[in-house]
């Protein structure tokens, strides 16, 4: 079993910060990509920023210029800077990371519960 901790969610004013992290533990042989999705009410989940084990990096392009994911060690835990946030930035936020089990090698796909990011205008 793999879980996936996310922190950092809040209610920030136009123009704000705020940095979420993921952490992942558990039964992890290796860890191929990880990233953050977002859904606004109403709306589908959506990519906001991934990065894999070879260092590639996928941002949606409303955040490029504005978000950075990052890591330290390997991918985990991660990072996501959200700077100048806007009201349309509002969602709930969840990491999602795929790999691969020790226990039986066999792949996940492991989602977040979410954090709630508000942006006030």
């Known amino acids: 079993q793999v879980q996936l901790e996310e922190s950092g969610g809040g209610l920030v004013q136009a123009g704000g910060s705020l940095r979420l992290s993921c952490a992942a533990s558990?039964?992890?042989?290796?860890?191929?990509?990880i990233g953050w999705y977002r859904q606004a009410p109403g709306k589908q989940r959506e990519l906001v920023a991934t990065v894999n084990s070879g260092g590639a990096i996928t941002y949606a392009d409303s955040v490029k210029g504005r978000f950075t994911i990052s890591r330290i060690v390997a991918l985990n835990p991660v990072y996501l800077q959200m700077n100048n946030l806007q009201p349309e930035d509002t969602a709930v936020y969840y990491c999602n990371s795929k790999g691969y089990s020790s226990l039986d090698l066999r792949p996940f796909d492991t989602w977040g519960q979410g954090t709630q990011v508000t942006v006030s205008s």
């Open positions: 558990g039964s992890i042989y290796t860890i191929n990509g």
